[in-house]
């Protein structure tokens, strides 16, 4: 049925309705297509009403950021070491503290300085005893009643005797002590002025000398280091000697500067970045483990596009610029950069130098509304 239907309307004859003529004057009309409008133009009755201002060129070397935190410089962590080995019996300084030269940290009752002191003791009567042999042998021997070589072996018990009272006041100083005032407490105090960051000792513990941990570790805050994560595609930014800028999270409008003193010779395997380590004075606000922003500089300065920072639109999570087209303005895309002195900003596409853009796109866009 549904074959004879279209053969019916092949031949514009029906069987139930007798002939239709075939006339086009009676088939409906092709629908019209609406073109979307183009949002990114603006069409305006007076453009001459909104300034217009000519982008500029701005000439700069390239720049890396990357991020990083302060370090203590190695070179720079003293630590404070106790010889003599015993009970500690007092603690004068704790985590955290600054410490000056030669300040008192801590005391240690020891048994070794007993015992040095014993030696000491003894080598002195020994000193003393061969001291009154060789006067007595100096005068035998001028007598005629020993021979020169009983002098001889006077003269080296002598010599003998005073190399031990040296090795034994020696020993009394390296162990901490004095040996002006016997005492088997040993104080122990700050090789260097600076902070302590590490403290293994408490008070009434034991310390086994240079088999113990070190009771403290203090480090010199003048100098940091700023260790930072640079890719393997960036490294041509880093070079030995160059200095980078150093701006703070915690502080945003201070501007530093760390010079480059090392880059690490083996990138990690997994992130793809070697260590890049940058030396600075501590201007007396850095932590460690502060957060940071570095920037690296390119060799060659690059030439790009600078406008008036009002020239930009801001919409959308996008940087957008007008400009002038026929009997109205377009808008176009554009990557911002940094701001610059001024109140200019930089351009890094989208715009090129010398080419007119609407002064406030703020204001247009608003009248566009």
Known sequence: MVAGIFACMLLSITSCGGRVEADGRTAPPPPEVEREQDVNFIKVDHPEQFA?????????????DVTGAVSPDISLNIPVI????????????????????????MKVQSADIAQA????????????????????????????????????????ADEKAKVTVETAKEKIRVLGADVDHPSTIVNVYAPVSGVIIDQQVTAA??????????????????????????????????????????????????????RIGNIGPQLDPNMRTAKVRLELENPGVLRFGMFVTATFYGLEKTVHTSVPATAVLHLHDRDWAYVPEGNGFRRVEVTGGKMLSGDMQEILSGLSPGQ????????LNAAAQ
């Open 52 to 64: 217009i201002t000519t982008a500029s060129e701005y000439a700069a070397a390239p720049q890396l």
């Open 356 to 363: 007119k853009v609407v002064a406030m796109a703020l204001i």
């Open 205 to 258: 513990a034991g310390t086994q000398g240079l088999a113990s941990p070190n009771p403290f570790t203090i480090a010199d805050l003048s100098r940091v280091w700023v260790m930072c994560d640079v890719y393997e595609n960036n490294l041509p930014f880093v070079r030995l000697g160059e200095f980078a800028d150093i701006r703070l999270n915690a502080y945003p409008n201070l501007k530093l500067r760390g």
């Open 117 to 156: 002191f014993s030696d000491y003791r003894q080598a002195i009567a020994d000193e003393t005893l061969s001291k009154a042999q060789l006067d007595r042998s100096r005068l035998l021997y001028e007598k005629g009643a020993i021979a020169q070589k009983d002098l001889e072996v006077a003269v080296d």
């Open 82 to 105: 106790s010889l003599a080995s015993g009970r500690i019996v007092e603690v004068d300084a704790r985590l955290g503290d600054s410490v000056k030269k030669g300040q008192l940290l």
